[in-house]
């Protein structure tokens, strides 16, 4: 078989995806493997499909192993769902992160550190305990926490919350694929102690090391920060601002420990012992462990980890002199590291590298065919020199140019789904990005090691060395802000469905390896592939005819977000303050496809409900933007809407006016109540049959109103949010609406944003189902053909409220 390793590491694969739908006892798995493995030595014409069983049950046994509770001390059987104050001992297991926030234009810092449990204390008893906790503070922890340190941590430990709204980064189950289930969280670094201990050498070496590559330039600025970044994995400067051009222009993996940097170390490593003409045992011998000690200096991340895997298995290959087969020695290493960590498979990274790698080594070659036979086409049988229509001395330079559009559009084909699926992000641009940035990078490593070789001996080379490797970095960060801003050249798309990724991977293999016209069945493979195509696309349009409602309760300011069914355009009302639109309802948007709303609906004349149109406006633009007729008391209300009324698509709603479907009720056209919140733009519409009633804020005189001018007013949904000063939602006019289901969208923080226990009771009383943005989160709530749901962001059913007896009770 020429690649044997191929169907090793799919049948392992196969029983780590098993262990994920279901884990038995483990003693069972570990029988039925031993069972197994008795038999395919005892019986030799059955041993081929018995290994293939054992490989199976391997990955399995190896999954729930893995993910399972296996001590009786588990956190997971000690702490529950609740916060609990704890005071929690264990050793730090990976080098402490930390990582830059702004606000404001301000820089604050939060570190967090990974610790192996060893003992906890509720009440001063200590008792055992093991698990993993992810420990975070504000501020920079001092250097006497490395990792291997035992520590000493006090503060409110509880599981990782679930995502924000719909679609968005779910840490809970990211950290859950760690092995990570709670997180403490502390007020400082007060709260952590720890003993006197020496740093180890990878800890020594990254302070120094930051030194060094600060000699000879003038200050700590961006360039010098994501130049330790590039070099040390030293991850705080990946503020959201940094990070989003270099993922709009698709070069952020230049600062991942991944294959790419893995892959240019080694190259510059085997490059420059060749040129002194050592041989390849020695070579090997030389860059092997240096690859390794890189990735321990690092703090071995798994990036980091996966990537020297790969390289090992690829250079002990060449220093064998064995032929080199990339497909076979990326499934190698897979094994690997499917076996040390199974989790691995569903980490981004993982999936990143390999399916990447692996559409190179498939997809590379005949892109580069296909480029070199277009560029320098001629008479096959002549002498290269004779063929081309080109001079002699550019087939060097245009071969490398070749070379390297063919890798980065190999790679980037490689990753569209996933790019996609986690991301939410479809980057052409990065085809010519990686062409410029990639070869900058590695001018970058070079420069920025011929720093860390010098530093000791000769810092006056060094600082050359460093502000070559700045002069690179600043053109890579000026280049990756352009090219992010390329016309057309990066989209927001929706996630697709892990079956649409599975499907484009298989038909893209198919396709490139030929096999599929090899095949003996291939009409038969071209028919299912069809089919799955066919019926793919039906699901899809079938969700065409849903209508959604985002509601995410945004600080007690409620965004309605809605993705009405066909090819109707998004709608938004309200975006919350600045912060909230940056760093929540940006994002939202973006993980929903958005890259123009249709309309935008400042419907609460308040800053916690319009302060962040213009950061929205600037990002993500809408064809309409509407706002009220009635006056309003804010400067800053009335100088949006000033500059908002000199852009196409604007628009002064009132009373009866039609916007995108719904229907304006409020402000009249004569209202000019002194309350903001009274003046609020009321919106209603039916979908699929369902009336829907979005009262984002209304105080009590705009309640009075509303029911004066609409007497026969009547909603099934209602959507509501917390006035300043009023109650919503009074008695006479839910009398009138008789609403089915009420959201009302406060908040766990602030406080004042919540619905008091008053309003509470109130509403309890009523033969009407209440559901509080406080107790679940954001809401989605779906209109199909046939019915209707009310969801939280990960999927679940919305929680109704629990009896309320005291305002204590409603304490976090």
């Not at 600082?463 to 600043?474: D, I, P, Q, R, S």
């Not at 965004?559 to 938004?572: N, T």
Request: charged share 15%; aromatic share 10%.
């Amino acid at each position: 078989m020429k690649r044997p390793l191929l169907p090793v590491a799919c049948w392992l694969i196969g029983g780590i995806l098993c262990g994920e739908l279901a884990r038995p006892w483990l003693p069972l798995l570990f029988g039925l493997s031993f069972a197994v493995a008795l038999a395919a030595f005892a019986w030799e014409r059955g041993r081929a499909w018995l290994l293939c069983l054992l490989l199976f049950l391997a990955g399995w046994t190896d999954a729930s192993w893995h993910s399972g509770i296996l001590s009786p001390h588990d956190l997971r059987l000690i702490l529950g769902e609740q916060p609990r104050f704890v005071t929690l001992r264990g050793v730090i297991q990976a080098p402490p992160t930390q990582r830059i926030f702004e606000r404001d234009q301000r820089e604050s810092w939060h570190s967090s550190a990974l610790i192996e449990a060893e003992e906890i204390s509720f009440d001063g008893n200590w008792q055992p305990a093991a698990g993993r906790v992810v420990a975070g503070t504000p501020g920079i922890l001092p250097t006497n926490f490395f990792e291997g340190q035992r520590v000493e941590v006090a503060g409110m430990v509880q599981p990782p919350h679930g995502p924000f709204a719909r679609g968005m980064f779910n840490p809970r189950a990211f950290y859950e694929r760690e092995g990570v289930f709670f997180q403490l969280q502390t007020t400082g670094a007060g709260d952590w102690k720890a003993p006197p201990a020496t740093w180890p050498i990878s800890e020594q070496f990254r302070q120094w090391a930051r030194k060094t590559l600060a000699l000879g330039l003038p200050g700590e600025d961006e360039p010098l920060r994501l130049t330790w970044t590039l070099l040390l994995d030293w991850k705080a400067p990946l503020t959201g601002s940094v990070e989003e051009p270099f993922l709009r222009a698709g070069t952020f993996h230049i600062f991942a420990v991944d294959g790419l940097r893995i892959g240019l170390l080694a190259g510059i490593g085997i490059g420059l012992l060749r040129l002194l003409r050592l041989p390849r045992a020695l070579g090997g011998v030389l860059v092997l462990p240096a690859l390794w000690f890189y990735a321990g200096l690092t703090g071995w991340p798994a990036s980091a980890v996966r990537a020297a895997i790969m390289a090992s298995v690829l250079i002990l290959g060449w220093v064998c002199r064995r032929p080199i087969d990339l497909i076979n020695s990326l499934f190698a290493a897979a094994i690997i590291i499917l076996l040390w960590d199974p989790a691995q498979l569903f980490q981004p990274g993982f999936q990143l590298s390999f399916l990447v790698v692996l559409c190179i080594a498939i997809v590379l070659p005949k892109v580069r065919l296909f480029l070199r036979g277009w560029l320098f086409k001629g008479d096959p049988l002549l002498p290269v020199a004779l063929q081309a229509r080109w001079p002699v001395w550019l087939y060097t330079p245009a071969s490398y140019i070749i070379d390297t559009v063919a890798m980065s559009l190999a790679a980037w084909v490689g990753s569209i789904p996933l790019a996609a699926y986690y991301f939410h992000l479809f980057t052409p641009v990065s085809v010519p990005a990686n062409c410029v940035v990639v070869p900058a990078t590695a001018l970058a490593l070079m420069s920025g090691l011929g720093s860390l070789l010098t530093g000791a001996w000769f810092p006056a080379l060094a600082g050359l060395f460093n502000n070559a490797t700045w002069v690179l970095m600043k053109f890579i960060l000026s280049f990756s802000h352009g090219a992010a801003q390329w016309p057309s050249g990066n989209w927001n798309i929706a996630a697709p469905s892990a079956g649409a990724c599975i499907f484009y991977y298989v038909a893209l293999l198919l396709l490139a390896t030929g096999w599929i016209f090899r095949a003996r069945h291939k009409w038969a493979i071209l028919a299912a592939l069809g089919t799955i195509a066919v019926v793919g696309t039906i699901h899809w349009s079938l969700g065409w005819r849903v209508a959604r409602l985002d509601i995410l309760p945004v600080n007690g300011a409620p965004v309605i977000f809605v993705d009405a069914p066909g090819r109707e355009g998004k709608f938004l009302v309200d975006c919350g303050n600045e912060q909230s639109a940056r760093d929540l309802l940006k994002p939202f948007l973006c993980a929903q496809g958005i890259n123009r709303l249709a309309g935008l609906c400042l419907a609460v004349g308040r800053m916690e409900f319009f302060g962040g149109a213009r950061l929205l406006l600037e990002n993500i633009p809408a064809k309409d933007t509407l706002a009220g007729t009635a006056p309003n008391r804010s400067t800053a209300y009335r100088d949006l809407v000033a500059k908002l009324s000199r852009t196409p698509g604007w628009r002064a709603v009132k009373d009866g006016d039609q916007v995108d479907g719904w229907t304006v009720l409020q402000p009249g056209p004569s209202d000019k109540f002194a309350q903001a919140d009274d003046n609020a733009v009321v919106l209603r519409r039916e979908f699929n049959g369902h009336s829907v009633l979005l009262l984002p804020a209304l105080g009590r005189d705009g309640q009075d109103a509303l029911m004066q001018r609409h007497p026969d007013l009547h909603a099934e949904f209602v959507i509501a949010g917390l006035p300043a000063r009023d109650e919503p939602l009074c008695e006479p006019l839910l009398d009138q609406l008789k609403p089915r289901v009420i959201v009302l969208a406060d908040a766990k923080f602030p406080a004042t944003r919540r619905a008091p226990p008053k309003l509470r009771q109130r509403l309890a009383r009523r033969d009407t189902r209440v559901v509080y943005g406080r107790d679940n989160g954001a809401l989605t709530l779906e209109f199909l053909p046939d019915g209707w749901s009310l969801r939280t962001a990960d999927g679940q059913p919305a929680v109704d409220p629990q009896p309320i007896a005291s305002e204590d009770s409603l304490n976090p």
